[in-house]
């Protein structure tokens, strides 16, 4: 890392951190091929956030704003979920708070037993009261009046379908719904929204939610306030400077996987080339390589770097809101002109040039890699190819006339400004190629850059400001976590992700399709329905799924293989160092 006057930690500061916790004893072996490591119990590892981004919310259940892997990230750190998922994207009981979940014959009521091992850092156990008062957050972070927005909000059919969370003795927890759902989809996006936070420590206003969530929103953002001290994850929040690491020490009440390393630091990178010379001298033990930067990956000697695909897809987000600038919402909500928009896409070049090979053509609300069973196999041929010419004939069949060299028609012209998010080679160059290509369409485009903090601020409630976003292009779109990859959050005209407001009746038909209870083939017919709706109808502009080029230094071992394809995070937890 380069380090500067200005920056709020030292170089020397963060040697002093680093060296603090490293530790000397051997503590076991481990083989690898035909040889033998030898761990080495403590040791800091030093990740690297992806560039340009900070946490902003350490409270279990995000808002809306700030629903990003970043903040899951360092969440999941100090909190366990309810479920979790395992790289297979199979429920992963053994590492869940949940020991199982039952349903009854009527499908409307589902029983969650509790694992009695989980306690909080303060030997209090993980009990039913606490999943009850996430519950009570949840539901009054969903309300209109609510100060914010609960992220699950429209995800699992919360909270409309939730009918009541009740406790029934300390570790059983009751959950009725209003009417028989797939249970695949409710465990998964609905239950899997709950991370549970300890009652005894946040049930502040216990009859007056709205201040409660006033008070939660004060300090989300302050992971020293002691209302973190108590924790069931792996780790305890230490230490941080804003804008330059944020630091972790391991809980040593955790009834999980004990953590070997003796601290944990999340570093803040400014640029990717700055990450890369981090990596590259040692600074950094783990982070991941931009695309811009592959072809160097030779000059990272001491490194292993392995690429890995995350459970999601990659897209950028046309605003149909009628309160969008210049009557561009009215014109992106013709399918004309968001599948000419979609045939200006030229996917294959994109894949070749900026990813060099490390990303898979998308064109469904699900990339085929990794593979899962609900990837629809139809969808393996692109509906809408690159074919600007073909996109500017469909215009013009459907009223659009070029003038002055943009496309108009009733006064509305398709001309916009495209806000991507910046600090990353591979998006800049992305917004350049679709506007030139574009371009060749009659659509002028006008390319902004911000922080990617301040692109995912973007959404219906500012409809009036932006146009178009894209994500940061160095690590994809959507990630669906535990979720089962159906689109209510995401496409349902009510879903609280639906950014850019898209309405359908006949997708909320299909998105509700998929929460219907069946046999193992009935849902996955749903679901490819649903997909295949989808990729035709373009509620988003499709674009490849990057790799996560996964970069750690080669006497770091686990990170490969405790990844977490599903939500796209590390867990420092499984890692250990050899000596050298």
């Given at each position: 890392?380069?380090?500067?006057?200005s920056?709020?930690?030292?170089?020397?500061?963060?040697?002093?951190?680093?060296m603090?916790?490293?530790?000397?004893?051997?503590?076991?072996?481990?083989?690898?091929?035909?040889?033998k490591?030898t761990?080495?119990?403590?040791?800091?590892?030093?990740?690297?956030?992806?560039?340009?981004?900070?946490?902003t919310?350490?409270?279990?259940?995000?808002?809306?704003?700030?629903?990003?892997?970043?903040?899951?990230?360092?969440?999941?750190?100090?909190?366990?979920?309810?479920?979790?998922?395992?790289?297979?994207?199979?429920?992963?009981?053994?590492?869940s708070l949940?020991?199982?979940?039952?349903?009854?014959a009527?499908?409307?009521?589902?029983?969650i037993?509790?694992?009695?091992?989980?306690?909080?850092?303060?030997g209090?156990?993980?009990?039913?009261?606490?999943?009850?008062?996430?519950?009570?957050?949840?539901?009054?972070?969903?309300q209109?009046s609510?100060p914010?927005?609960f992220?699950?909000?429209?995800?699992g059919?919360?909270?409309?379908?939730?009918q009541?969370?009740?406790?029934?003795?300390?570790?059983?927890?009751?959950?009725?719904i209003?009417?028989?759902r797939?249970p695949?989809?409710?465990?998964?996006?609905?239950?899997g929204?709950?991370?549970?936070?300890?009652?005894?420590?946040?049930?502040?206003?216990?009859?007056?939610?709205?201040?409660?969530?006033?008070y939660i929103?004060?300090i989300?953002?302050?992971?020293?306030?002691?209302?973190?001290?108590?924790?069931?994850?792996?780790y305890?929040?230490s230490?941080?400077?804003?804008?330059n690491y944020?630091?972790?020490?391991?809980?040593?009440?955790?009834d999980?996987h004990?953590?070997?390393?003796?601290?944990?630091?999340?570093?803040?990178?400014?640029s990717?080339?700055?990450e890369?010379?981090?990596?590259?001298?040692?600074t950094?033990?783990?982070?991941?390589?931009?695309?811009?930067?592959?072809?160097?990956k030779?000059?990272?000697?001491?490194?292993?770097?392995?690429?890995?695909?995350?459970?999601?897809?990659?897209?950028?987000?046309?605003?149909q809101?009628?309160?969008?600038?210049?009557?561009?919402?009215?014109?992106?909500?013709?399918?004309?002109?968001?599948q000419?928009?979609q045939?200006?896409?030229?996917?294959?070049?994109?894949i070749?040039?900026?990813?060099?090979?490390?990303?898979?053509?998308?064109?469904?609300?699900?990339?085929?890699?990794?593979k899962?069973?609900?990837?629809?196999?139809?969808?393996?041929?692109?509906?809408?190819?690159?074919?600007p010419?073909?996109?500017?004939?469909?215009?013009?069949q459907?009223?659009?006339?070029?003038?002055?060299?943009?496309?108009?028609?009733?006064?509305i012209?398709?001309?916009?400004?495209?806000?991507?998010?910046?600090?990353?080679?591979?998006?800049?160059d992305?917004a350049?190629l679709?506007k030139?290509?574009?371009?060749?369409e009659?659509?002028?485009?006008n390319?902004?850059?911000?922080?990617?903090?301040?692109?995912v601020s973007?959404?219906?409630?500012?409809?009036?400001?932006?146009?178009?976003?894209?994500?940061?292009?160095?690590?994809?779109?959507?990630?669906?976590?535990t979720?089962?990859?159906?689109?209510?959050?995401?496409?349902?005209s009510?879903?609280?992700?639906?950014m850019?407001?898209?309405?359908s009746?006949?997708?909320?038909?299909l998105?509700?399709?998929?929460?219907?209870?069946?046999t193992?083939?009935?849902?996955?017919?749903?679901m490819y329905?649903?997909?295949n709706?989808?990729?035709?109808?373009?509620?988003?502009?499709?674009?490849?799924?990057?790799?996560?080029?996964?970069?750690?230094?080669?006497?770091l071992?686990?990170?490969?293989?405790s990844?977490?394809p599903?939500?796209?995070?590390?867990?420092?937890?499984?890692?250990?160092?050899?000596?050298?």
């Amino acid at each position: 890392m380069r380090w500067t006057s200005s920056t709020l930690l030292s170089s020397t500061l963060m040697l002093s951190l680093i060296m603090a916790g490293c530790g000397n004893s051997t503590s076991a072996t481990h083989p690898t091929g035909s040889a033998k490591l030898t761990s080495t119990k403590g040791g800091t590892a030093v990740i690297a956030l992806t560039t340009q981004q900070s946490p902003t919310w350490f409270f279990p259940l995000r808002s809306q704003v700030t629903d990003t892997v970043t903040n899951e990230e360092l969440e999941l750190m100090m909190y366990k979920p309810l479920i979790t998922v395992n790289g297979h994207d199979q429920l992963d009981y053994a590492r869940s708070l949940a020991r199982s979940i039952t349903t009854n014959a009527a499908g409307d009521i589902y029983t969650i037993h509790l694992n009695p091992k989980w306690h909080w850092s303060n030997g209090q156990p993980v009990t039913a009261q606490d999943v009850v008062f996430t519950w009570q957050i949840m539901k009054a972070a969903s309300q209109s009046s609510a100060p914010w927005t609960f992220w699950g909000e429209g995800f699992g059919g919360f909270p409309t379908l939730w009918q009541s969370v009740t406790a029934k003795g300390p570790y059983t927890v009751i959950v009725k719904i209003s009417s028989p759902r797939n249970p695949a989809w409710f465990i998964r996006n609905g239950l899997g929204q709950i991370i549970p936070a300890p009652k005894s420590v946040w049930d502040r206003y216990p009859h007056n939610m709205n201040k409660e969530l006033q008070y939660i929103q004060s300090i989300a953002n302050s992971p020293t306030n002691a209302a973190f001290d108590v924790v069931d994850g792996p780790y305890h929040f230490s230490r941080y400077a804003p804008n330059n690491y944020w630091s972790f020490v391991p809980n040593l009440h955790y009834d999980g996987h004990q953590s070997s390393l003796s601290k944990v630091i999340y570093q803040y990178e400014s640029s990717a080339s700055n990450e890369f010379t981090a990596l590259k001298t040692g600074t950094l033990n783990a982070g991941s390589l931009p695309p811009s930067l592959l072809s160097a990956k030779s000059q990272l000697t001491g490194d292993t770097v392995i690429p890995e695909y995350v459970i999601g897809f990659n897209y950028i987000v046309p605003n149909q809101n009628p309160h969008a600038p210049g009557g561009i919402g009215q014109a992106f909500q013709s399918l004309a002109v968001r599948q000419a928009l979609q045939m200006g896409i030229d996917q294959p070049a994109i894949i070749k040039d900026f990813y060099h090979g490390y990303a898979v053509m998308d064109d469904t609300t699900l990339a085929p890699l990794p593979k899962t069973p609900f990837f629809d196999p139809a969808l393996n041929t692109n509906p809408y190819p690159f074919n600007p010419q073909k996109g500017k004939t469909l215009l013009e069949q459907h009223g659009w006339h070029e003038q002055n060299g943009v496309m108009t028609k009733n006064g509305i012209k398709l001309q916009f400004t495209l806000i991507y998010a910046s600090g990353s080679t591979a998006g800049t160059d992305l917004a350049e190629l679709l506007k030139n290509d574009w371009a060749q369409e009659g659509i002028k485009v006008n390319l902004v850059s911000e922080p990617f903090n301040e692109v995912v601020s973007h959404g219906a409630s500012n409809a009036s400001s932006w146009a178009m976003i894209d994500w940061d292009q160095s690590v994809g779109g959507w990630t669906y976590g535990t979720g089962y990859p159906s689109g209510g959050g995401l496409f349902s005209s009510t879903g609280s992700e639906n950014m850019g407001s898209y309405s359908s009746l006949q997708m909320n038909q299909l998105i509700q399709g998929t929460y219907e209870p069946g046999t193992t083939a009935q849902t996955l017919q749903r679901m490819y329905s649903y997909e295949n709706f989808a990729a035709h109808q373009l509620p988003v502009l499709f674009i490849p799924d990057p790799a996560q080029i996964i970069v750690h230094s080669k006497n770091l071992h686990g990170v490969a293989k405790s990844f977490d394809p599903a939500g796209a995070v590390f867990l420092p937890n499984h890692w250990w160092f050899s000596s050298h």
